[in-house]
T-cell receptor, first 118, second 109 residues
């Protein structure tokens, strides 16, 4: 299994509080991603990173920010959590995004973080 | 219209049966295609990539039809351990993966 961990694995918080989720990899992969998964929706990309300090928005980035100060760590922050951000959050990594189906652009996922915002 | 659409199921099949899932995608410029498997309350894991010529991995066969913009996954001789949700995934031109909502398979004894 790819070396990718997420912390915390479970969190319950209150509306309006800041929350930071951490993704840590030991694979030295260049690309890192944050997704959320909700019933009735596929995994949706929040933000992604293509290198240290290089990040970009995904399709559901409002209310979220990210930072990547080291290759191995990718942080997702909810500045002021809302109930609509209750979800399961997955981090993923990939070696490349060459555009061709190959082992290099396979995305490996972390175990997920279940976040509940009351 | 969703970019990637799948029948949510569930598909309930007996052990040993053959089952097929289809997935349609809307972006004709999509570059790469994958099937991921997700067990209940677990992370998705790559099952197989889908190549233009089709590909087979043991009991699993994936096909791509670019003209009709769909991909398929065939599972032969179903096992209890195949019970999971199967996610159709498309890599679009901006190098981002678009995930379908998944098709749930339940194999019973």
């Amino acid at each position: 299994d790819a070396g990718i961990t997420q912390s915390p694995r479970h969190k319950v918080t209150e509306t309006g509080t800041p929350v930071t989720l951490r993704c840590h990899q030991t694979e030295n992969h260049r690309y890192m991603y944050w997704y959320r998964q909700d019933p009735g929706h596929g995994l949706r990309l929040i933000h992604y990173s293509y290198g240290v300090k290089d990040t970009d928005k995904g399709e559901v980035s409002d209310g979220y920010s990210v930072s990547r100060s080291k290759t191995e760590d990718f942080l997702l922050t909810l500045e002021s959590a809302t109930s609509s951000q209750t979800s399961v959050y997955f981090c993923a990594i990939s070696e490349s995004t060459s555009g061709r189906a190959s082992q290099a652009n396979e995305q490996f996922f972390g175990p997920g973080t279940r976040l509940t915002v009351l | 219209r969703k970019e990637v659409e799948q029948d949510p199921g569930p598909f309930n099949v007996p052990e040993g049966a053959t089952v097929a899932f289809n997935c349609t995608y809307s972006n004709s410029a999509s570059q790469s295609f994958f099937w991921y498997r997700q067990d209940c309350r677990k992370e998705p894991k790559l099952l197989m990539s889908v190549y233009s010529s089709g590909n087979e991995d043991g009991r699993f066969t994936a096909q791509l039809n670019r003209a009709s913009q769909y991909i398929s996954l065939l599972i032969r001789d179903s096992k209890l351990s195949d019970s999971a949700t199967y996610l159709c995934v498309v890599l679009i031109v901006t190098d981002k993966l678009i995930f379908g909502t998944g098709t749930r398979l339940q194999v019973f004894p």
